[in-house]
């Protein structure tokens, strides 16, 4: 499995054969506070990189969640719909959002290792 | 029973405990008394009901006791001071209310003939006229059900004006501190929203509209005064490049009150503007609706204005109801019937008691009393912009920072003090906005109270006193509810207890 | 001036804590060529008594629907109104509130506003309901937008039969989207094809019963066939009291109801304000236009209730929002709540029963008028006959007698000769047989 991946709208991807998973960070979720629902993309649905993925809802705010890459779906989430605090619990491993298979793997080099995005997002706060 | 004996266990003094009207109804008895149906030959077809409805049973006290009580649970501008910054909670006169209920108004049928309602088409036509004349414009469309649907007119009309010319234009400009409804009608009316961002001062340069008119701009929705409660000072430059370009001006006139009497949309190039008869015209707001929305329309919005239009001819009112006439080149009809009648005859009740000099001097006294306000509490709150302010004095967040205490933690500490808060966290633009309108319908007693509230709480957050704001509120019905659980678990109805009664789906 | 607390002193020492010499400093942002310096010419101020004398003047000059025979319906109905709920809704709690945005002040609204979504879902056989819309019309015409938002699909076919003023609303609000509209023939038969209509492209069918002449539609079958084709029904209801004697929308396979409320608690009011009802399934409630109220607990674990799914909703989802609407009809919704309230399951039972009654024996007795002829096969409390003159010449002449005979159609669908001698005719509760003879006897005479 690839180290993690990070664009500055907070979204992470974790690239194995091919396949990534999508999510939101930790420090999005904590933006965002309580997650209510999440709108997730029909597996089998072409994704243009930084295009809407997804939607994760707080009480009081809609996020549109970017595509960090290009590609289909090919799966989703399902449990974020019983549970959609699991992306306040686990933001970057069991709360994740959505499988894309790359169409493009290029797209992966401008993006922020972990560190990097640790500094930025303390750059932010 | 058990559920409704749970809740009388819990009446406290006069806050008494009410469960819901399921809880508690029961079959075999009715709160009307009906006569048995005389015996017929049913022509319902094979379509009569068979499976029961599900309503609970109740008698007419227990419907009375049960909406007493929980009315009791609401706050009201009967009650107390309503600052809650544009929606303009003023008195609502007990004379609008009884002249609404007049049989000659309130039991007339939308479709009886013309020759029977001619005081009714009086009644629409006369507050067309007072809203023209406040207005400076010369058409006023009366259908719109509220303010959003009076957008929802205006920009159809808009729509309409440059599909007759033969001008295809998708772009509408909307400043970013626009209330959620301007850019949701635009995009019903099938236009991209361009956002306009605001200027140090909390104002819209018309350099920064410069920048972004062209041929495919349809029009900007431009608040004035705006939602941060300032009056837009370069509005008639604003209006005329946007004219300049070929395009519209739709204001949206939420916050009318503030200039009622004092300056007319109709001077400053707006080509239509709706007027929420439910702040300026104070018909009650009966706990979110009914409203109206009338839209004023400049001469050259005027021929697409919605079906019916009410005219005067030689002998008497008539109503245009067809793209006839008048109204033949009309974007059509947007609801069943007429307009909000009930809304028009309060409206114009009020009206005519103000009159032109009181409704001036509404204009007056709400401005006076928010900059009351502003001046009064600048220093213990914090503003974001100077004054003077038009009727709503805008807070934010700035005071509290450090102290660990939230905008809406200071709201809900409010509400132990026996306020209602002001709008909080709109517009967007500002960080914690505190957006208060008090309204001329306060006396000063009323105000010097409710700043001396606001000091002594701001006073107690930057003492740290953080507990009394985290766990409020603390005195009422109900304390902070659980708005997470509500929305990932949507409970939107009342279901029967036991499993196997659940509702036939 | 009696609305105006502040006194003159007041200003004084107000404008003084301010900085200002004058209120007109306040408005100095003004444009100068904007301001106005005199007053507006219209009247200035009057007392109570001089307003009250006017207003009651110009209401005299309406003929109210209560001051003779009236058999007028076509989508507003008159009904008794218990006393109990005009006293209700003038507290001032219910009266002068703001939409409930504190819960825990706001709980008495959001109360009723649960018991009014219990109520609409039971009577319409659907899941859920929301808070209220405007009224009928609208209501329908976000019905059409939701089921293209679901099916992501751009047609519509609209009912013949279909309230001709719901039918052109719709038109109006979707006109500028890009969407379809397959607007089916008039049709007072009650027999339309509507099936042979659906597309692929087809989003939903929206029909009317009891329709706007009265027939009654089973849409099972209707239903069976826009779901095949991946369409949705959607059923519009103009006469809530015909829920108390007919089949629920629900369990004819309706996928959104759309309705008016305003038999229920409202009254005439000259067409408004009304209620508009909207209920559906409960996988589409995302979708869904308009304010919904939740059951969640406070923070010590009291059921209390809290406006939910506001992510919809155009105040935090802006241009992406399901609708652009705000408020709703709140304190319409709370007179159908207690008039609801009062009649309980066996009232509005009986209600209906006695309405349908009332509207067979007018039906039997106009029939027996030569020159009118009773188009209908079914109906619940309103019919459609079929006059040997124009009906709205009749019409005028009756009411010049006091009689309100009832609405001619060409009223509405004014260009189509064949519909010139239909007249729709209601009966309720409020109609005594004295009345019926009136109206008969009235007939017999505009038509021999």
């Given at each position: 499995?690839?180290?993690?991946?990070?664009?500055?709208?907070?979204?992470?991807?974790?690239?194995?054969?091919?396949?990534g998973?999508?999510?939101?960070t930790?420090?999005?979720?904590?933006?965002?506070?309580?997650?209510?629902?999440?709108?997730?993309?029909?597996?089998?649905?072409?994704?243009?990189?930084?295009?809407e993925?997804?939607?994760?809802?707080?009480?009081?705010?809609?996020?549109?969640?970017?595509?960090?890459?290009?590609?289909?779906?090919?799966?989703?989430?399902?449990?974020?719909?019983?549970?959609?605090?699991?992306?306040?619990?686990?933001?970057?491993?069991?709360?994740?959002?959505l499988?894309?298979?790359?169409?493009?793997?290029?797209?992966?080099?401008?993006?922020m290792?972990?560190?990097?995005?640790?500094?930025?997002?303390?750059?932010?706060? | 029973?058990t559920?409704?004996?749970?809740?009388?266990?819990?009446?406290?003094?006069?806050?008494?405990?009410?469960?819901?009207?399921?809880?508690?109804g029961?079959?075999?008895r009715?709160?009307?008394d009906?006569?048995?149906?005389?015996?017929?030959?049913?022509?319902?077809?094979?379509?009569?009901?068979?499976?029961?409805?599900?309503?609970?049973?109740?008698?007419?006290?227990?419907?009375?006791r049960?909406?007493?009580?929980?009315?009791?649970?609401?706050?009201?501008?009967?009650?107390?001071?309503y600052?809650?910054?544009?929606?303009?909670m003023?008195?609502?006169?007990?004379?609008?209310?009884?002249?609404?209920?007049?049989?000659?108004?309130?039991?007339?049928?939308?479709?009886?003939p013309?020759?029977?309602?001619?005081g009714?088409?009086?009644?629409?036509?006369?507050?067309?006229?007072?809203l023209?004349?406040l207005?400076?414009?010369p058409?006023?469309?009366?259908?719109?059900?509220?303010?959003?649907?009076?957008?929802?007119?205006?920009l159809m009309?808009?729509?309409?004006a440059?599909?007759?010319?033969?001008?295809?234009?998708?772009?509408?400009?909307?400043?970013?501190?626009?209330?959620?409804?301007?850019?949701?009608?635009?995009?019903?009316?099938?236009?991209?929203?361009?956002?306009?961002?605001?200027?140090?001062?909390?104002?819209?340069?018309?350099?920064?509209?410069?920048?972004?008119?062209?041929?495919?701009?349809?029009?900007?929705?431009?608040?004035?005064?705006?939602?941060?409660?300032?009056?837009?000072?370069?509005?008639?430059?604003?209006?005329?490049?946007?004219?300049?370009?070929?395009?519209?001006?739709?204001?949206?006139?939420?916050?009318?009150?503030?200039?009622?009497?004092k300056?007319?949309?109709?001077?400053?190039?707006?080509?239509?503007?709706?007027?929420?008869?439910?702040?300026?015209?104070?018909?009650?707001?009966?706990?979110?609706?009914?409203?109206?929305?009338?839209?004023?329309?400049?001469?050259?919005?005027?021929?697409?204005?919605?079906?019916?239009?009410?005219?005067?001819?030689?002998?008497?009112?008539?109503?245009?109801?067809?793209?006839?006439?008048?109204?033949?080149?009309?974007?059509?009809?947007?609801?069943?019937?007429?307009?909000?009648?009930?809304?028009?005859?309060?409206?114009?009740?009020?009206?005519?008691?103000?009159?032109?000099?009181?409704?001036?001097?509404?204009?007056?006294?709400?401005?006076?009393?928010?900059?009351?306000?502003?001046?009064?509490?600048?220093?213990?709150?914090?503003?974001?912009?100077?004054?003077?302010?038009?009727?709503?004095?805008?807070?934010?967040?700035?005071?509290?920072?450090?102290?660990?205490?939230?905008?809406?933690?200071?709201?809900?500490?409010?509400?132990?003090?026996?306020?209602?808060?002001?709008?909080?966290?709109?517009?967007?633009?500002?960080?914690?906005?505190?957006?208060?309108?008090?309204?001329?319908?306060?006396?000063?007693?009323?105000?010097?109270?409710?700043?001396?509230?606001?000091?002594?709480?701001?006073?107690?957050?930057?003492?740290?006193?953080?507990?009394?704001?985290?766990?409020?509120?603390?005195?009422?019905?109900?304390r902070?509810?659980?708005?997470?659980?509500?929305?990932?678990?949507?409970?939107?109805?009342?279901?029967?207890p036991?499993p196997?009664?659940?509702?036939?789906? | 001036?009696?609305?105006?607390?502040?006194?003159?002193d007041?200003?004084?020492?107000?404008?003084?804590?301010?900085?200002?010499?004058?209120?007109?400093?306040?408005?100095?942002?003004?444009?100068?060529s904007?301001?106005?310096?005199?007053?507006?010419?219209?009247?200035?101020?009057?007392?109570?008594?001089?307003?009250?004398?006017?207003?009651?003047?110009?209401?005299?000059?309406?003929?109210?629907?209560?001051?003779?025979?009236?058999?007028?319906?076509?989508?507003?109905?008159?009904?008794h109104?218990?006393?109990?709920?005009?006293?209700?809704?003038?507290?001032s709690?219910?009266?002068t509130?703001?939409?409930?945005?504190?819960?825990?002040?706001?709980?008495?609204?959001?109360?009723?506003?649960?018991?009014?979504?219990?109520?609409?879902?039971?009577?319409?056989?659907?899941?859920?309901?929301?808070?209220?819309?405007?009224?009928?019309?609208?209501?329908?015409?976000?019905?059409?937008?939701?089921?293209?938002?679901?099916?992501?699909?751009?047609?519509?076919?609209?009912?013949?039969?279909?309230?001709?003023?719901?039918?052109?609303?719709?038109?109006?609000?979707?006109?500028?989207?890009?969407?379809?509209?397959?607007?089916?023939?008039?049709?007072i038969?009650?027999?339309?094809?509507?099936?042979?209509?659906?597309?692929?492209d087809?989003a939903?069918?929206?029909?009317?019963?009891?329709?706007?002449f009265?027939?009654?539609?089973?849409?099972?079958?209707?239903?069976?066939?826009?779901?095949?084709?991946?369409?949705?029904?959607?059923?519009?209801?103009?006469?809530?009291?015909?829920?108390?004697?007919?089949?629920?929308?629900?369990?004819?396979?309706?996928?959104?109801?759309?309705?008016?409320?305003?038999?229920l608690g409202?009254?005439?009011?000259?067409?408004?304000?009304?209620?508009?009802?909207?209920?559906?399934?409960?996988?589409?409630?995302?979708?869904?236009?308009?304010?919904?109220?939740?059951?969640?607990?406070?923070?010590?674990?009291?059921?209390?209730?809290?406006?939910?799914?506001s992510?919809?909703?155009?105040?935090?989802?802006?241009?992406k929002?399901?609708?652009?609407?705000?408020?709703?009809?709140g304190?319409?919704?709370?007179?159908?709540?207690?008039?609801v309230?009062?009649?309980g399951?066996?009232?509005?039972?009986?209600?209906?029963?006695?309405?349908?009654?009332?509207?067979?024996?007018?039906?039997?007795?106009?029939?027996?008028?030569?020159?009118?002829?009773?188009?209908n096969?079914t109906?619940?409390?309103?019919?459609?006959?079929?006059?040997?003159?124009?009906?709205?010449?009749a019409?005028?002449?009756?009411?010049?007698?006091g009689i309100l005979?009832?609405?001619?159609?060409?009223?509405?669908?004014?260009?189509?000769?064949?519909?010139?001698?239909?007249?729709?005719?209601?009966?309720?509760?409020?109609?005594?047989?004295?009345?019926?003879?009136?109206?008969?006897?009235?007939?017999?005479?505009?038509?021999?």
């Open positions: 499995m690839s180290e993690k991946r990070f664009t500055r709208d907070h979204e992470w991807i974790e690239v194995d054969g091919g396949v998973t999508v999510g939101i930790a420090y999005a979720q904590e933006q965002l506070g309580d997650v209510v629902f999440v709108e997730l993309p029909a597996p089998g649905k072409t994704l243009t990189r930084g295009g993925a997804a939607v994760v809802e707080s009480v009081k705010a809609a996020s549109e969640v970017y595509a960090p890459v290009s590609g289909e779906v090919t799966a989703v989430n399902e449990a974020l719909a019983a549970n959609p605090g699991l992306v306040n619990e686990a933001a970057e491993s069991g709360g994740w959002f499988k894309v298979r790359l169409s493009d793997p290029s797209e992966l080099e401008d993006m290792d972990e560190a990097a995005y640790r500094a930025y997002t303390e750059d932010a706060a | 029973m559920d409704q004996a749970a809740h009388q266990a819990a009446h406290r003094g006069l806050d008494l405990e009410e469960p819901l009207l399921f809880d508690f029961e079959t075999g009715s709160g009307v009906l006569p048995d149906p005389e015996p017929v030959a049913s022509r319902l077809g094979g379509l009569e009901r068979t499976a029961p409805i599900g309503l609970p049973g109740l008698s007419e006290p227990q419907v009375i049960h909406f007493v009580r929980i009315s009791r649970n609401n706050y009201s501008i009967d009650g107390n001071l600052p809650l910054g544009s929606c303009t003023k008195h609502n006169p007990r004379l609008n209310e009884k002249v609404a209920r007049l049989p000659g108004f309130a039991d007339l049928h939308p479709l009886q013309e020759s029977t309602i001619q009714a088409l009086e009644a629409i036509h006369t507050l067309a006229h007072w023209r004349t207005t400076g414009m058409v006023v469309a009366m259908p719109p059900a509220a303010g959003a649907h009076g957008e929802l007119c205006g009309a808009i729509r309409a440059h599909d007759a010319a033969g001008q295809n234009r998708t772009r509408v400009l909307i400043p970013e501190s626009a209330h959620g409804t301007n850019p949701a009608t635009a995009a019903l009316c099938g236009y991209e929203v361009d956002p306009i961002p605001g200027n140090a001062r909390g104002r819209i340069d018309v350099a920064a509209i410069r920048e972004k008119l062209g041929p495919d701009v349809a029009g900007i929705m431009l608040t004035n005064p705006n939602t941060l409660g300032l009056f837009e000072s370069q509005v008639i430059e604003v209006a005329d490049a946007i004219h300049d370009a070929g395009g519209y001006f739709y204001c949206d006139g939420a916050n009318l009150n503030a200039i009622v009497g300056a007319r949309p109709g001077d400053l190039g707006v080509d239509a503007i709706h007027i929420n008869l439910h702040k300026t015209f104070s018909t009650p707001h009966g706990g979110g609706g009914p409203g109206a929305g009338p839209v004023a329309f400049s001469e050259a919005l005027a021929p697409y204005a919605p079906l019916p239009l009410v005219v005067r001819g030689d002998d008497g009112f008539r109503l245009v109801e067809h793209r006839e006439g008048q109204g033949a080149a009309s974007f059509g009809r947007m609801r069943a019937f007429h307009g909000q009648m009930g809304m028009f005859t309060r409206a114009l009740t009020y009206m005519q008691s103000h009159g032109a000099d009181g409704l001036r001097q509404v204009a007056e006294d709400a401005v006076l009393s928010a900059n009351y306000l502003l001046e009064s509490l600048k220093d213990d709150l914090s503003a974001p912009f100077d004054g003077p302010c038009m009727h709503e004095a805008l807070f934010d967040e700035a005071f509290l920072q450090g102290t660990g205490i939230s905008v809406l933690d200071f709201a809900k500490a409010m509400i132990d003090e026996g306020y209602h808060p002001m709008t909080v966290y709109f517009p967007l633009v500002v960080h914690g906005a505190m957006l208060t309108e008090p309204t001329e319908t306060e006396s000063k007693q009323s105000l010097d109270r409710f700043i001396a509230v606001l000091r002594k709480l701001a006073a107690a957050a930057k003492a740290g006193d953080v507990n009394r704001f985290r766990d409020a509120p603390r005195h009422t019905f109900r902070r509810v659980d708005e997470t659980a509500a929305a990932r678990n949507p409970v939107l109805r009342w279901t029967p036991t196997d009664a659940q509702a036939a789906e | 001036m009696r609305y105006l607390p502040l006194t003159g007041d200003r004084r020492d107000m404008l003084a804590v301010i900085g200002a010499a004058s209120v007109d400093e306040l408005f100095r942002d003004i444009p100068a904007a301001r106005i310096d005199g007053l507006l010419d219209l009247p200035n101020h009057q007392g109570e008594l001089e307003v009250e004398r006017a207003m009651t003047a110009m209401a005299a000059r309406n003929r109210p629907a209560g001051a003779g025979p009236s058999f007028l319906g076509g989508g507003a109905y008159r009904h109104i218990p006393a109990a709920v005009d006293h209700l809704i003038q507290r709690e219910f009266l509130s703001y939409t409930p945005y504190q819960p825990e002040i706001s709980q008495g609204t959001l109360q009723f506003l649960f018991e009014f979504q219990t109520q609409v879902a039971m009577l319409t056989g659907m899941e859920v309901a929301n808070a209220s819309m405007y009224e009928g019309a609208t209501a329908t015409a976000e019905a059409v937008l939701m089921a293209q938002r679901l099916t992501r699909r751009h047609g519509a076919v609209l009912s013949g039969s279909l309230h001709p003023h719901y039918r052109e609303t719709v038109r109006t609000q979707t006109q500028f989207l890009g969407l379809h509209l397959d607007l089916a023939p008039t049709d038969s009650g027999g339309e094809d509507l099936a042979s209509r659906i597309t692929a087809t939903c069918v929206v029909v009317q019963t009891p329709d706007f009265g027939n009654l539609h089973d849409t099972t079958d209707l239903a069976k066939e826009c779901h095949e084709a991946g369409a949705l029904l959607v059923v519009v209801v103009t006469e809530p009291v015909s829920f108390g004697a007919l089949k629920a929308p629900g369990d004819m396979g309706a996928d959104i109801v759309a309705g008016e409320g305003q038999s409202v009254g005439l009011n000259f067409g408004g304000p009304y209620v508009g009802l909207f209920a559906t399934r409960s996988n589409f409630v995302r979708q869904m236009p308009g304010r919904l109220c939740g059951e969640t607990v406070d923070a010590d674990g009291r059921r209390a209730w809290v406006l939910t799914l992510t919809r909703e155009q105040h935090i989802r802006r241009q929002a399901t609708s652009n609407i705000c408020t709703n009809s304190l319409c919704a709370l007179s159908f709540g207690i008039h309230a009062l009649l399951e066996a009232g509005l039972r009986r209600l209906a029963a006695l309405n349908h009654a009332a509207a067979v024996r007018l039906a039997d007795r106009l029939d027996a008028v030569p020159g009118v002829r009773v188009v096969r109906f619940f409390n309103e019919f459609t006959v079929e006059l040997a003159a124009p009906a709205a010449a019409v005028d002449t009756l009411a010049a007698d005979a009832g609405v001619p159609v060409s009223r509405l669908v004014p260009d189509d000769p064949a519909l010139a001698n239909l007249l729709l005719v209601a009966a309720t509760e409020t109609n005594t047989d004295a009345e019926m003879d009136a109206l008969a006897t009235g007939l017999t005479r505009v038509t021999a």
